[in-house]
Every structure is written in C-alpha cells, then in structure tokens.
C-alpha cells in the first residue's frame, strides 16, 4: 500500500496566509495539518507527498523533525498556471515511482480526524470513497456528490452508482472528502484519463463508473474540515484544539486575558492584551491589544490595536495610540 498526499495547490483564498506557505503546513493545535494526517497513516504504509517548487523547502524543513519517512515528488511550478492538475500530478508520480500497489489518495489540507484510514483499503478492482453527509443539498453543490444504489441503510459501506462534481442541483448530501482508496487494477485506468482531464481529481470517479469498476463509499464519523478558506479554518482551530490555551515553551505572556480557544506560537510575547479564538503565529508581538477571530502570522508586532476577523500578513507591524 502507498499513500499520496496531495499538497500541490497555492490556496489563494486564504492569502495572506497562504501566500508562502501551503495550506497543509497550517498549524491546528500547534501542530500543521500534515502532521494530523501523518499520523493516522497505518505504519507500513509508503508515503508520498505531491508538493511544488515554492512549498518544497518548507515541506522538507518540517518532515525532517518526523519519525515517518516521506518521500517528495515536486513539481516544478510556482504558479497555478504552471500545475499538472491534481489527477495528472498523481499520474506522473505512479509512473515515475513505477508503483503497482494500492493506493491512497489523501487530501492534504482536510481533517478527518476521526477516520480509520484502512477503511479505505480498497478490494482488488475497486474504489472506496471517504464521504461525509453534508447539511441540505444547498451545501453539496460545493462538493463532488455520490447517489448510492440502495439508500435504505447509510450506516454500512454502500456501492456508489453515480458521482457528480459540484452539481447545479445535488440529488444527494453525500459528499466526497477527498481521501480515498484506489486499487492497483485501476491505476492504468487512471493514468490514461488524466491524460484527457488532468485537473478534476473527482472526475476518475466517474471514469471508473463507466468502465464498470466497483466504487464503495462509507460516511465516515466525526468532524471533517475542509480548510479551504478562513472559516473553516478557525472552525477547525476552535473545534480541534483540545486546551482553551495553548501555548510553545518559548512563548512569553503577561497579564493577559483569554477567551474560547487560542494558540500562541514560538517565540512570541504577548503583554497586556485581549484574545479571543485566536492563533498567533511565532515571534510575534502585541501588547496592549484586544484580537478577536484572527490569524496573525509570524513576525508581526501590534501595539494598541483592536482586530476582529483578520488573517494579518507576515511581518505587518502596526503602533496605535492606546
């Protein structure tokens, strides 16, 4: 069995954050999305991260200081514009690993973190999806949605008659997440359609529905977060950070005052301030200031100021006149 995670994306949506650094580098409860998903990887399991040239130093700094071994296939792309595509990205790293296994295809900046990842061990000429039901059919509009065969009981692994990517209007709220398990049969099959759909990772799905493969889908328990923009991303602070403080050796407060959940980083001294559900990146400063809902990157200095909702850019250094 291998394992790709899949961390080639720029994530201008949550830029500022995202600008130099991916999505799955993230810090939820002090430690980055990565390193969640690294560690429900069953040991045993060949491990694969699909990144960038930008990412890629970063990639390597942190997977240094893992127990897991992680072996990187970079693209050499700076730019959305300059990607493979997802499906076309994990079809160039089988051939050029030349892997004739199973395979899982994991999401690198989602959450499951209650998902039992050999679940999704697929049997010989199958698919298995990792699925979550989503709230109305107004919510799966934004996901690749599946209908099941037979909907009477959707507790149990389910075979999968159709899947539609971001449908107009939805039939189901079975979504996929995202992380899922393709067996070595399908792997050609794959690579020969990403030849004609190199962006749509989804859209295999279909291709091995038409071909008369086998697709499994189990609605998997527990909270998922997609972190694909600042909501989700402080959802899944405020849900998944298991102290209301947390807080590096390093860093330094002083007569402060926290509410909800906050996380504080290396190196970072915080006097006299306010903060509520916040994660505060290392070596940062604020003094005398109230923060509220926000994400401040690393090496800024803030005195006197009042934030609310804000992702703050690297190295931004604002004195008020408190």
């Known amino acids: 069995m291998k394992a790709f995670i899949l961390a080639g994306g720029f994530a201008t949506r949550l830029w500022p954050l995202t600008?130099?650094?991916?999505?799955?580098?993230?810090?939820?409860?002090?430690?980055?999305?990565?390193?969640?998903?690294?560690?429900?990887?069953?040991?045993?399991?060949?491990?694969?991260?699909?990144?960038?040239?930008?990412?890629?130093?970063?990639?390597?700094?942190?997977?240094?200081?893992?127990?897991?071994?992680?072996?990187?296939?970079?693209?050499?792309?700076?730019?959305?514009?300059?990607?493979?595509?997802?499906?076309?990205?994990?079809?160039?790293?089988?051939?050029?690993?030349?892997?004739?296994?199973?395979?899982?295809?994991?999401?690198?900046?989602n959450l499951l973190p209650e998902l039992d990842l050999k679940l999704l061990f697929p049997a010989p000429d199958t698919a298995h999806l990792a699925l979550k039901?989503?709230?109305?059919?107004?919510?799966?509009?934004?996901?690749?949605?599946?209908?099941?065969?037979?909907?009477?009981?959707?507790?149990?692994l389910k075979m999968i008659k159709s899947f539609i990517e971001k449908p107009e209007q939805p039939t189901s709220t079975a979504v996929s997440t995202g992380f899922m398990g393709i067996a070595k049969d399908l792997l050609p099959v794959l690579i020969a359609y990403s030849k004609k759909s190199p962006d749509a990772l989804g859209a295999i799905i279909t291709q091995f529905l038409r071909q008369n493969f086998s697709v499994l889908g189990s609605l998997v328990k527990g909270d998922w977060f997609d972190v694909g923009s600042y909501e989700a991303y402080l959802e899944a602070h405020k849900t998944l950070q298991k102290r209301s403080l947390k807080m590096d050796d390093t860093a330094v407060v002083k007569n402060c005052t926290f509410e909800g959940k906050v996380y504080i980083g290396a190196g970072s001294v915080i006097k006299n301030s306010v903060l509520v559900d916040a994660i505060i990146y290392p070596n940062t400063k604020l003094e005398q200031c109230h923060i509220s809902q926000c994400v401040i990157d690393s090496d800024c200095d803030f005195k006197g100021v009042d934030l609310s909702r804000k992702l703050v850019r690297q190295g931004t250094r604002v004195h008020g006149t408190s």
């Open 19 to 109: 600008e130099h650094r991916a999505k799955p580098m993230l810090l939820v409860d002090g430690k980055p999305i990565l390193g969640h998903i690294l560690d429900q990887i069953p040991e045993g399991v060949d491990i694969y991260l699909l990144t960038n040239s930008r990412f890629e130093p970063d990639f390597k700094t942190f997977l240094a200081t893992q127990t897991r071994c992680v072996e990187i296939f970079c693209e050499d792309t700076y730019c959305d514009a300059e990607k493979l595509g997802a499906l076309a990205a994990v079809a160039t790293a089988i051939e050029y690993y030349n892997i004739n296994d199973d395979l899982l295809v994991l999401a690198g900046d």
């Open 133 to 156: 039901s989503v709230p109305s059919l107004e919510d799966a509009r934004s996901f690749g949605v599946v209908e099941f065969t037979d909907t009477k009981d959707l507790n149990t």
